[in-house]
């Protein structure tokens, strides 16, 4: 039997984690972007052992942010965050679920998104961003 882990990393400043509603994982963080600037607020990803994808996590937009846009793509990245066996795999790119976050044209303030992020294995996480958008 293959073993995996996935890590859902949309976070870098300040979070929360909960469980809600049927015993869905909830978290909420927090992130200061430059108005108007495409921003990276996360990542998620599943890896094998050997630090092979595991198959990439989807993303689905709860509520979308007021006052720009947040959109989720597939890109090669390194896992920084991996822990314990997956340790050794924060050296080897690979494809993960990013999430990026750009205001409208010329808004400076609060903003903030709900999105869900589920993998194959029934791992389901909604997140809330709060996003600072500063000039």
């Known amino acids: 039997m293959k073993r995996a882990v996935m890590l859902l990393v949309f976070t870098s400043l300040a979070g929360c984690a909960t469980e809600g509603a049927a015993s ?15 921003t990276w ?3 998620s990803w599943k ?5 092979t994808a595991d198959g ?7 509520e979308p942010p007021k006052h720009g846009k947040l959109v989720f793509v597939t890109e090669k990245r390194f896992p ?16 993960m679920l990013v999430g990026y976050y750009t205001s409208n044209a ?24 709060r996003v600072d958008v500063l000039k």
């Open 106 to 129: 010329g808004y400076v303030g609060k903003d903030d998104a709900k999105f869900r992020v589920s993998a194959k294995d029934g791992r389901i996480v909604d997140n809330t961003v």
């Open 41 to 43: 607020v996360g990542n």
């Open 56 to 62: 990439i996590p989807q993303a689905y937009l709860l």
């Open 80 to 95: 920084a965050m991996a822990k314990g066996p997956y340790e050794k795999c924060r050296d080897t790119k690979v494809d």
């Open 24 to 38: 869905v994982e909830t978290h909420t963080f927090t992130k200061k972007v430059v108005a108007g600037e495409r």
């Open 47 to 51: 890896l094998n052992r050997d630090c």
